[in-house]
C-alpha cells in the first residue's frame, strides 16, 4: 500500500524535519502550515525537486472543518493517509494566574482538540483498511509538571491520556497510536525562551545538548516504521536524560 503522512505543523521546527525524515522513508507528505505559507510551499517543493511527492496545505487544526478539507485534498492528490503525526502545537509562559479565557481555550483548541480533528479525519480510511499509524507529539512538560506553562502542559498531558486510551480502542482494527515526548529541542519554540533560559536548558539536560528537530523525527519514523510495529499506546521520551 502506498505510504502517505499528513504532518500537522510542518512549515516550521520539528515538524519540518519529520516531514523530510518520511520522505526518505518513501512516504508521500503533505506538509500542513497554519500561518507560514511560504516555507510550507518552499519545503514541499523542494520535496518534489528531489523526486518526492508532497502538498503543502494551510489549515488552523483547531478548526474541524479545515482539517476535514485538508485531509481530503492530501487524499485526493496523494491518496489516503496512511500516517499522521500530530505535531501542530502552541506554547507560552506565564503565571497561571494571568491566563485568561481566550488563551486557555486556544491551547485546548490548537494542542488537543486539533490532533482530536486530524485523528477523526483520517480515521474512515484507517479503519476501512484495518491498518494505519497515528504519533502524537506530546512533551517532557506533559509527564512532569512545568511551572509557568501550567495550560500548555495540561494539553500534552491530556495528549498522553489520548494516546493510551486510544491505543486500546483501535489496537483491534490494526491502527498503532504512539507518541513521543520531547526535552527541549533547538526550534522557534525555545528561541523563544531568550539565550539565558536556553544555557539553562542545556545546563539540566544530561547529554548536555539540546535536541534536534532531527532527533524528534527519527524518533517518530522509528514508531512509524514495521520496525515498531509491536508497540502501541507507548510514550517516548527523547529529552537527552531531562527527566530520568
Ligand atoms: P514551532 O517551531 O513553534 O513550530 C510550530 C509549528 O506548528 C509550525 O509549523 C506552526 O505552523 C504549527 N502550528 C501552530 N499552530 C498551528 C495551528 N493552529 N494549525 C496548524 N499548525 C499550527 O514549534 P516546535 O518546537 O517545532 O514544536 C512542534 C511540536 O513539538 C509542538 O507540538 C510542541 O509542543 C512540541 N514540543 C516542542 C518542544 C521544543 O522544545 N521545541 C518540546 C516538547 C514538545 P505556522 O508557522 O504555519 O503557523
Not at 512532569?144 to 500548555?152: D, H, K, P, Q
Request: net charge negative; charged share 20%.
Amino acid at each position: 500500500m502506498k505510504q502517505v503522512a499528513l504532518v500537522t505543523g510542518s512549515s516550521r521546527g520539528i515538524g519540518r524535519a519529520i516531514a523530510a525524515e518520511l520522505v526518505r522513508e518513501g512516504y508521500a507528505v503533505c506538509v500542513n502550515y497554519c500561518k507560514s505559507r511560504q516555507a510550507a510551499e518552499e519545503l514541499a517543493a523542494a520535496i518534489r525537486d528531489g523526486g518526492g511527492e508532497a502538498l503543502a496545505v494551510q489549515a488552523d487544526v483547531a478548526n474541524r472543518l479545515a482539517v476535514e478539507a485538508m485531509t481530503a485534498a492530501a487524499e485526493r492528490a496523494l491518496g489516503p493517509v496512511t500516517l499522521l503525526v500530530n505535531n501542530a502545537g502552541i506554547s507560552r509562559q506565564g503565571l497561571f494566574q494571568d491566563v485568561d479565557d481566550t488563551q486557555w481555550d486556544r491551547f485546548l483548541a490548537v494542542n488537543l482538540t486539533g490532533a482530536r480533528n486530524a485523528i477523526q479525519a483520517v480515521l474512515p480510511h484507517m479503519l476501512r483498511e484495518k491498518a494505519g499509524c497515528i504519533v502524537n507529539i506530546s512533551s517532557i512538560w506533559g509527564l512532569r509538571g512545568a511551572s509557568c506553562e501550567v495550560a500548555y502542559a495540561c494539553t500534552k498531558a491530556a495528549l498522553v491520556g489520548l494516546t493510551r486510551s486510544l491505543a486500546l480502542e483501535l489496537a483491534p482494527s490494526g491502527i498503532r497510536v504512539n507518541a513521543v515526548a520531547p526535552g527541549c529541542i533547538e526550534t522557534d519554540m525555545v528561541r523563544a525562551l531568550g539565550p539565558e533560559t536556553r544555557e539553562l536548558l542545556i545546563d539540566q539536560t544530561p547529554l548536555g545538548r539540546l535536541g534536534t528537530p532531527e532527533d524528534i523525527a527519527h524518533a517518530v519514523a522509528f514508531l512509524a516504521s514495521e520496525k515498531a510495529s509491536f508497540l502501541t499506546g507507548q510514550i517516548l521520551t527523547a529529552d537527552g536524560g531531562f527527566i530520568v
